[in-house]
Nanobody, 123 residues
């Protein structure tokens, strides 16, 4: 059974930082891309970032480029999202995603999703 469990969300002031974590278990395909999406109230889920298995090819949405950084520790089966210079527009539920095909993650159709973690940025 595949599980993606996010953690690290919370309330932060504008300009602050948070680091999200996503721990994966049960993935039988040893090489999989992972990524993050977010969904703000009343809006559709949107792509944030994805990274390949080796972690050397991240792909960011323009809205977070230069502020967010994705990394992964394959020994721990964990991917991280460091979020800096947060603004109220970053307020959303953040979801972790995984798929053997990175393009599926970018397209918003990965095989696996986490349950989400709330990030709230106050002005």
């Amino acid at each position: 059974q595949v599980q993606l469990v996010e953690s690290g969300g919370g309330l932060v002031q504008a300009g602050g930082s948070l680091r999200l974590s996503c721990a994966a278990s049960g993935l039988t395909d040893s090489r999989y891309a992972m990524g993050w999406f977010r969904q703000a109230p009343g809006k559709e889920r949107e792509f944030v970032v994805t990274v390949n298995w080796s972690g050397d090819r991240p792909y960011y949405a323009d809205s977070v480029k230069g502020r967010f950084t994705i990394s992964r520790d394959n020994a721990k089966n964990t991917v991280y999202l460091q979020m800096n210079s947060l603004t109220p527009e970053d307020t959303a539920v953040y979801y972790c995603a995984a798929d053997p095909n990175g393009r599926a993650v970018v397209a918003g159709s990965p095989n696996y999703w986490g349950q989400g973690t709330q990030v709230t940025v106050s002005s």
